[in-house]
Every structure is written in structure tokens, then in C-alpha cells.
Nanobody
Framework: QVQLVESGGGLVQAGGSLRLSCTNS????????MAWYRQAPGKQRELVAL???????NYLDAVKGRFTISRDNANDTVYLQMNSLKPEDTAVYYC?????????WGQGTQVTVSS
């Protein structure tokens, strides 16, 4: 059974940086995209960044220029480098991996940005 595990979350002051990582317990065949979502208290889960198997990326407008998504294809690992963090970035961040027929989610990692 595939299990995604996020790491790298924590408490940081505004303006600081964090790097999230997502690894999986076994190889996933046919990945076509990897992504990061986040969910703040009382809000819906939203797509933060996505990277396709061709390397194309897409970002939430609020994080453009501050966050960078990258992937290690050999290890099915996806990263999210978060710079210039703001209090409004506070949320639980979830890793997401997609194949044509399946979607996998991690358990989430808390990111808290203090002002």
C-alpha cells in the first residue's frame, strides 16, 4: 500500500523559509503530476503548486515568486521550497500524487508562520 509522508513543516517567523518534502513508501507507476495543497482552519483545501511529469509547474497566485515546487523522478519525491513566508501561509500542507486512475494523499504537515 502506498503511503505518502510529508516532512519539513514547523513554526517560523514571517519572512522565513521552510522546505517541505514528500516521500512515498513504494514506487508509484504512471505518475503524471505531483502537487502540494494546503488547508487553513475554517477554509477549503486549495492547490498551492503542481508539477507535471514533463516539468511544467503551476502556482497559486498568492505564492507565486515565493514558493518553488520540484521533484526527484528517480525517487518519486516532491519538494516545496517556501520563502518569504507570511502569516497567511499558515495551514496544514498536504502532498498529492496523481496517476491517470488514482490519487494519493499524505497525512499533512503543519506550517505555522508567526508575525
Amino acid at each position: 500500500q502506498v503511503q505518502l509522508v510529508e516532512s519539513g513543516g514547523g513554526l517560523v517567523q514571517a519572512g522565513g523559509s521552510l522546505r517541505l518534502s514528500c516521500t512515498n513508501s513504494r514506487s508509484i507507476f504512471g505518475i503524471n503530476a505531483m502537487a502540494w495543497y494546503r488547508q487553513a482552519p475554517g477554509k477549503q483545501r486549495e492547490l498551492v503548486a503542481l508539477i507535471t511529469n514533463l516539468g511544467s509547474t503551476n502556482y497559486l497566485d498568492a505564492v507565486k515568486g515565493r514558493f518553488t515546487i520540484s521533484r526527484d523522478n528517480a525517487n518519486d519525491t516532491v519538494y516545496l521550497q517556501m520563502n518569504s513566508l507570511k502569516p497567511e501561509d499558515t495551514a496544514v500542507y498536504y502532498c498529492n500524487i496523481r496517476t491517470p486512475s488514482l490519487v494519493y494523499w499524505g497525512q499533512g504537515t503543519q506550517v505555522t508562520v508567526s508575525s
